[in-house]
């Protein structure tokens, strides 16, 4: 990951050196940690001896994207031009072992397929890849001699796949699969205002930045029960499928950045910064739950992101 942003970063520059004044090339790197809790319960876990369940979420740990983009701002422009791209993807797995409980799959396809009180034990690996296009345009206002202010609008794409294979099996030998893809594409309006603070005279300076986009989106999912063992019972369908493709609503995506920004003694103007970033995307999970009703639920990403820009 390093190595990859290390070379897009100098493609960019070398890129840009040969360009008009006023070019910015930016890259970043980014350590996120990813939630969609409590819309990631995957399986319910209900002791033979007790009368209580566990319903089982993905908890994903940290890790490395990237964003990098280019700002064009030429003099005589008033407004300046920014372009960026951000990937982020991470994956978690979880496993519920053989024991006195019933492991009863929590997504619809499983769970109507007439096998779904036969498991005791059961995995999963749940995937997420994240990819953003932003074209903003924004202007810095000079509040007082120590504060800018920098609003933008623009436009926002996004793209973000979620996979899911579970495993389900219990002690006599049933086993099945079921595989969920969950596909999402959005596009809409964004708007932002930036925040950069100098309190003294130094290269360094603090920064905030808050910005939220209107999404109209359209999701796909598809929902793959199969049993595996060959030898399905008569009261089971042994293979089930659930579709709910083509889905068109709108979604709402928020983010917030703090951190520091400083200046760098070199010969061109080269630009650090070193931050926190939460980015919330609300009603982004629509899986299809047993209870046969769209799953609402949001999904976030937060952690920290460290950057440098060249100016020419």
């Known amino acids: 990951m390093i190595r990859t ?9 070398s890129g840009a050196s040969a360009a008009a004044e006023g070019i910015t090339p930016f890259a970043e790197a980014i350590v996120w940690h990813a939630s969609a809790e409590t819309s990631s319960v995957w ?46 993807s991470t994956s978690q797995d979880a496993a519920i072992d053989d024991g006195l409980n019933l492991v009863i799959p929590e997504f619809f396809s499983g769970f109507v397929s007439g096998d779904s009180f036969d ?15 932003d074209l903003d345009f924004g202007h810095d206002i ?44 959005g596009f809409g309006p964004s708007v932002g205002l930036g925040v950069r603070w100098a309190p003294g005279q130094g290269h360094c ?35 089930f499928s659930t579709s709910l493709n ?18 760098l003694p070199c010969r061109m103007k080269v630009v650090g910064r070193l931050g926190y970033e939460m980015q919330w995307w609300a009603n982004q999970q629509r899986l299809l739950t047993f209870q046969q009703l769209p799953m609402h639920g949001d999904l976030t990403f937060q952690g920290g992101v460290c950057g440098i820009a060249v100016s020419y």
């Open 5 to 13: 942003l290390v070379c897009l970063f100098f493609l960019l520059a």
């Open 205 to 239: 300076c603090l920064i905030g930045d808050f910005s939220g986009a209107l999404l109209y989106g359209a999701w796909n999912v598809e929902d793959n029960f199969q049993r595996t063992d060959g030898g399905a019972a008569g009261s089971s369908y042994e293979a």
């Open 43 to 88: 399986a319910s876990e209900v002791p033979l001896t007790a009368r209580e369940f566990e319903a089982t979420n993905i908890e994903f740990g940290w890790n490395a994207g990237l964003r990098a983009g280019l700002q064009i701002e030429p003099p005589q422009w008033l407004w300046d031009v920014r372009f960026t791209v951000t990937h982020f």
């Open 142 to 185: 000079e509040v007082s001699e120590t504060c800018l202010i920098r609003p933008t609008f623009g436009l926002k794409a996004a793209v973000i796949d979620q996979d899911i294979r579970s495993h389900w099996s219990d002690f006599l030998g049933v086993t099945a699969v079921e595989n969920v893809d969950h596909e999402f594409f």
């Open 246 to 263: 083509d889905s068109k609503l709108g979604t709402v995506m928020l983010r917030s950045f703090f951190g520091a920004e400083w200046s």
């Open 119 to 133: 498991f005791t034990a059961a995995s999963v690996d749940w995937s997420i890849k994240y990819t953003t296009f």
